[in-house]
């Protein structure tokens, strides 16, 4: 075990190193760069041997767009079992931990519920030992910062990594050269090491970034042509500079598209250079030792690039093709029309017209196949990877991936009903649920210390943090008035912990002793923000009608971010925020309710959400929400769901029984059946008080600065339009059913001991949502890998 002396002295050894200073000037940012070099000395022999062990055996390669991983320092320190000797050594040194980890900031390498999800999976693998890497891209803003500005949604360059980030490593000397039609560029790796919890396994997340073959046209910058000199580099710089560039236009499709082939390209080349370094040269065995997970379709383009890249060793498109059909697997993340991509024939002959030919190869095969089936011809032509002018993504990787997953069994059992049914008739045998998980060490052990150490105290030993399903044993302490009684002090505490950050950093005075609603999510209309936003307004009304009722003290809290381009998603922020202004500076209602909506939330402000959330809202519209992460996260924290049947809700309620969830709402098979003859005006004029929050779109109450943005809508809930119908997400359909089970939680509440009760079993149940569990589903029965503990 090593030492506070050792710890001290490489830490201050890497504080001279790094910025050429002693203690005695050091800052806190010297001391966490330093802290993070140290970590880095301290694996390196570790990560070395991981690496070697690996390409020796079948492994894993983990494709995603997005790996919202956080700040790293903390959860590295406490994997790595030196926290607390980390502590006691910069205590002597009249150093504050809490100073140097708060240093960091999140890595802006992803969005939302994707993104985490595939972070959560990162550390399960290095957690299990288990050979798998994760590939993407290193972005240099991230999606956005969010700045609420008048109550609008303003976007920033988020620049987390603007004054160095110091858990990468860059590995220069493994870069490799990526073509497009219209220019060459290198990727560069950037390597985060992924640590387990108490293990010697250090996995990899490597990340890629562009850099131009030259720095700048040094004769054009000579000629006094500045701008054209650097042309090419801010052309390549726009490869990396951004997530999810707004494609609304033409140019943004082509950025996307170029993102998406670039972070691929040099991923399958770099996996496959240390495929032959390892296997004497012999590519025919890659799929023999690797499979790649394709996280939802923005990989996809892996899958003909693969095909090129093995016909340039030598082989033909038929042996190349026979390889990728056993290389990939497919996971399937959402049912809506966004996920299943497309893109414009014309974009790919722009950028690679190679990779083009090689689709129209796999399409042929495809049609080929299917006419030897002796298939319906209109079956063929809507399944083709090519149709109506676009490459449809999520049919290459359904043709081409030997297994395809939903994550969740609703989201599973509505794929081979309905989205992919097709492709579940002509190949059952690829498709299974993969039901999500998250990691007990960031999302329990990590977040909320004080539950933990409760936890650890009844079990006898930290071992649950690998072995989640523990938890059920203390079910066993359900009605021990003493240990509920100890959960709720530990509530309280993160609450109080909540309220001091709102406070300081919003200025918004909240009680702790309120009952906390937690909604906090990506901005997308199916996730119904503005049902809970409507039933906020409505408690409002009621409240002013008798403000001498026995209303339950309440904070309702949102944290989200809409698209760039999402009109209508960033107007329901502004809605939200109108809500709040309207209700905070009310003194009648004021001491009873206050709305708070969470600027810029990330991965660091969730890790203080999910401890202090009393109820966890999960309200999407049944159907839509593939699985969901916050939800476990939630429940593992000891807070109540209050959700639809949808997603993993389901699964939850299944495992805490009915009496220790609050379900509402219309199922999938009754708003399917209500399709053709739902009318919104029905509830509208139906539901007591209902018409009045929808009319304060319309009537004055609220501002959108004339701009239209609440008419719009107000529109889409009454009126709809030619592409689409009113209320297509069923926000009138479900607010009568909301808002009694909400009201009924709120009652429920004020009886604290069964409340705490209920908040306790919740945890207990929570094992089976452990990422643990998921990845070791993933490695027995799709990617066919085995744990690989080094020595």
């Given at each position: 075990m090593i030492t506070k002396e050792q710890i001290q002295s490489m830490i201050l050894s890497h504080v001279k190193a790094n910025g050429g200073k002693v203690l005695d000037e050091a800052t806190s940012w010297d001391i966490w760069t330093a802290l993070d070099r140290t970590i880095h000395e301290l694996v390196a022999e570790d990560w070395a041997k991981t690496r070697e062990t690996y390409n020796q055996n079948r492994q894993q390669h983990y494709f995603s767009a997005e790996f919202l991983v956080g700040r790293s320092t903390l959860n590295n320190l406490i994997n790595l079992n030196i926290y607390d000797v980390v502590k006691e050594a910069l205590d002597e040194i009249g150093v504050d931990i809490n100073d140097v980890l708060e240093e960091e900031t999140d890595a802006a390498l992803g969005?939302?519920?994707?993104?985490?999800?595939?972070?959560?999976f990162m550390d399960s693998t290095a957690t299990l030992n288990l050979p798998v890497t994760g590939y993407g891209l290193l972005y240099r803003y991230g999606l956005f910062r969010q700045k609420i500005q008048n109550g609008y949604q303003v976007e920033y360059p988020d620049s987390w990594m603007e004054d160095g980030y110091f858990n990468m490593i860059e590995r220069d000397d493994l870069k490799v050269k990526v073509h497009f039609d219209d220019m060459d560029v290198y990727a560069v790796p950037h390597d985060l090491p992924i640590t387990g919890y108490k293990t010697s396994n250090i996995n990899t997340l490597r990340l890629w970034k562009a850099e131009p073959l030259e720095e700048f046209d040094y004769n054009l910058f000579n000629s006094q042509r500045f701008d054209d000199a650097v042309r090419e580099r801010n052309r390549v710089d726009d490869i990396w500079r951004v997530l999810y560039p707004n494609d609304t236009t033409y140019d943004g499709k082509v950025l996307r598209v170029r993102q998406q082939y670039f972070f691929v390209s040099a991923s399958l080349q770099d996996l496959l250079r240390r495929h032959k370094v390892a296997h004497d040269g012999n590519i025919l065995s890659f799929a023999e030792y690797n499979s790649i997970q394709l996280n939802d379709t923005h990989p996809v383009l892996a899958v003909p690039e693969l095909v090129r890249l093995l016909q340039a060793e030598g082989l033909t498109f038929e042996k190349s093709w026979e390889i990728c059909q056993k290389a990939f697997a497919y996971t399937n993340h959402t049912i809506l029309a966004e996920a299943l991509e497309k893109w414009d024939i014309s974009i790919f002959e722009y950028l690679f017209p190679d990779i083009m030919r090689i689709i129209e190869k796999i399409s042929h095969c495809f049609i080929t196949e299917m006419r030897q089936r002796n298939a319906d011809q209109g079956l063929i032509d809507y399944l083709s990877p090519i149709r109506d002018g676009q490459v449809h993504m999520a049919w290459i990787a359904c043709y081409a991936a030997y297994s395809i997953n939903g994550v969740a069994q609703l989201h599973t059992d509505i794929l081979m009903s309905d989205t992919l049914h097709d492709w579940y008739n002509l190949y059952p045998e690829k498709f299974s649920n993969k039901t999500n998980g998250v990691t007990p060490r960031r999302w329990l052990r990590n977040c909320n210390p004080e539950l933990s150490e409760l936890i650890t105290d009844l079990l006898g030993d930290d071992s649950?943090?690998?072995?989640?399903?523990?938890l059920k044993q203390l079910e066993k302490y359900q009605d021990d008035a003493n240990v509920l009684e100890?959960?709720?002090?530990?509530?309280?505490?993160?609450?109080?912990?909540?309220?001091?950050?709102?406070?300081?950093?919003?200025?918004?005075?909240?009680?702790?002793?309120?009952?906390?609603?937690?909604?906090?999510?990506?901005?997308?209309?199916?996730?119904?923000?503005?049902?809970?936003?409507?039933?906020?307004?409505?408690?409002?009304?009621?409240?002013?009608?008798?403000?001498?009722g026995d209303w339950n003290p309440a904070v309702f809290i949102f944290g989200a971010k809409s698209a760039p381009g999402y009109v209508r998603a960033k107007t329901i922020i502004k809605f939200i925020n109108e809500i709040a202004n309207l209700v905070n500076n009310d003194p009648v209602v004021n001491d009873i309710i206050k709305v708070v909506f969470i600027e810029n939330y990330n991965v660091s402000k969730a890790e203080m959400l999910f401890p202090a959330a009393d109820v966890s809202l999960q309200i999407s519209t049944a159907g839509k929400e593939a699985s969901g992460t916050g939800n476990m996260k939630f429940m593992m924290n000891g807070a109540v769901t209050l959700g639809t049947l949808d997603g993993a809700n389901i699964e939850i309620a299944n495992r805490v029984g009915e009496d220790n969830i609050y379900i509402f709402g219309a199922t999938v098979d009754q708003i399917q059946e209500s399709y053709s003859s739902y009318n919104p005006y029905e509830p509208y004029h139906g539901v007591p008080g209902l018409q009045r929050v929808v009319d304060s779109l319309v009537n004055g109450t609220f501002n959108d600065d004339n701009t239209g943005i609440f008419q719009d809508l107000y529109n889409s809930l009454m009126k709809g339009s030619s592409w689409e119908k009113p209320d297509v997400f069923y926000v009138l359909g479900d607010f009568a059913s909301y808002r009694e089970r909400k009201?009924?939680?709120?009652?429920?509440?004020?009886?604290?001991?069964?409340?705490?009760?209920?908040?306790?079993?919740?945890?207990?149940?929570?094992?089976?949502?452990?990422?643990?569990?998921?990845?070791?589903?993933?490695?027995?029965?799709?990617?066919?890998?085995?744990?690989?503990?080094i020595e």
């Open positions: 969005n939302g519920g994707l993104g985490r999800l595939a972070a959560c649950w943090v690998k072995d989640l399903d523990q100890r959960f709720a002090e530990v509530k309280f505490a993160r609450k109080k912990a909540l309220a001091d950050f709102i406070y300081k950093n919003q200025g918004i005075e909240i009680n702790p002793e309120a009952q906390f609603y937690v909604m906090i999510k990506r901005l997308h209309e199916y996730k119904r923000q503005l049902l809970d936003a409507f039933y906020v307004l409505d408690l409002y009304y009621r409240i002013k009608e008798n403000p001498e009201d009924q939680v709120a009652r429920d509440y004020q009886d604290k001991l069964n409340w705490n009760k209920k908040c306790w079993l919740n945890i207990c149940n929570s094992g089976f949502f452990s990422s643990d569990r998921t990845i070791n589903d993933y490695a027995e029965e799709i990617w066919h890998v085995k744990a690989q503990p």
